[in-house]
T-cell receptor, first 109, second 111 residues
Framework: GQQVMQIPQYQHVQEGEDFTTYCNSS?????IQWYKQRPGGHPVFLIQ?????EVKKQKRLTFQFGEAKKNSSLHITATQTTDVGTYFC?????????FGKGTSLLVTP | NAGVTQTPKFQVLKTGQSMTLQCAQD?????MSWYRQDPGMGLRLIHY???????DQGEVPNGYNVSRSTTEDFPLRLLSAAPSQTSVYFC??????????FGPGTRLTVL
């Protein structure tokens, strides 16, 4: 079955540093979604990428979908303490959504 | 709109007990799913439904049953709880296979 791998598992940065998390799928995806979960909270949708090579930006966040539609990345420029949380990618190749294990981001002031 | 609601928020069970986790959404979404979240394991799909009367298994379905008699409700049943089912359970809904809206979760402990 489809597997979605995400690295790194943890990342600790100083406020102002950049952060990137990577997502790789064993199969071609119809789309990929990114979610953020704050400590003690529930996952919240950030964005969906559908097209091969697509790049989308949300303020300091940049999302990319690979040309082969098997990998994706989330890059945060100049992290802030409000960016703390776990970031999940989720691959969709049918009805079901398969989540990566997430990258937990800790930002030190 | 209340969005996706889950009850209870917390539950403690003894091994062998049964219970039902409730999930409801008021957004008229066709898709609904149940996930469990364990430390270091991310979100794992238990069961999902693409419409009333239609359910299918996800990655970790054993020990859980679901039914979807209405668009709004998607209860998750634990028939005989085991300590391995200690987890945080999230219900989610979506219009299609796009953006999923998650409920606040149920923290379940099985002793």
């Amino acid at each position: 079955g489809q597997q979605v791998m995400q690295i790194p598992q943890y990342q600790h940065v100083q406020e102002g540093e950049d952060f990137t998390t990577y997502c790789n799928s064993s199969t071609t995806l119809s789309n990929i979604q990114w979610y953020k979960q704050r400590p003690g909270g529930h996952p919240v949708f950030l964005i969906q990428l559908v097209k091969s090579g697509e790049v989308k930006k949300q303020k300091r966040l940049t999302f990319q979908f690979g040309e082969a539609k098997k990998n994706s990345s989330l890059h945060i420029t100049a992290t802030q303490t409000t960016d703390v949380g776990t970031y999940f990618c989720a691959g969709n190749s049918g009805y079901a959504l398969n989540f990566g294990k997430g990258t937990s981001l800790l930002v030190t002031p | 709109n209340a969005g996706v609601t889950q009850t209870p928020k917390f539950q403690v069970l003894k091994t062998g007990q049964s219970m039902t986790l409730q999930c409801a959404q008021d957004m008229n979404h066709e898709y609904m799913s149940w996930y469990r979240q364990d430390p270091g394991m991310g979100l794992r799909l238990i069961h999902y439904s693409v419409g009333a009367g239609i359910t299918d298994q996800g990655e970790v379905p054993n020990g859980y049953n679901v039914s979807r008699s209405t668009t709004e409700d998607f209860p998750l049943r634990l028939l005989s709880a085991a300590p391995s089912q200690t987890s945080v359970y999230f219900c989610a809904s979506s219009r299609t296979s796009g953006e999923q809206f998650f409920g606040p979760g149920t923290r379940l402990t099985v002793l």
